[in-house]
């Protein structure tokens, strides 16, 4: 799963990913995700937000690092 | 730390938390988190919408049962 959500999102912590997706990828990412999951018992939550601008973001503590995107 | 986060907002999934929060509300939330976090290892990331319309939530598979915020 978190090989999969990498594929489209970074991963910002733990079970927690980020990223600017269309529909359809954002349509491709969850069907894949189905697939995967037991939807009985474990969930995903999507937040959108139609513009950046219209979310703030802030980080207390460390950042994850960088290279933990590579990874 | 999910005590802490608890008396504030309600518990979602793993370590994510959501709610409605006054600035002053935050600010205590955050003050007294960063009194048990180690700052170079741990963090907390704080996505703010100003209006809860601007944020779409959609959930896949299971939702956390309401019983989880009594617990």
Redesign the interface.
Known sequence: MLKLCRRYLNW?????FEGELTDVKLKEL?HE??QM???????????????EK???????????NKIDNIL
Chains 1, 2 share one sequence.
């Open positions: 910002i912590q733990n079970s927690v969850l995700a189905k999951m037991n939807e009985e018992t474990d969930s995903i939550i999507v937040f959108k937000s139609r513009q219209w979310l703030d973001k802030m980080v207390v503590g460390k950042e994850k």
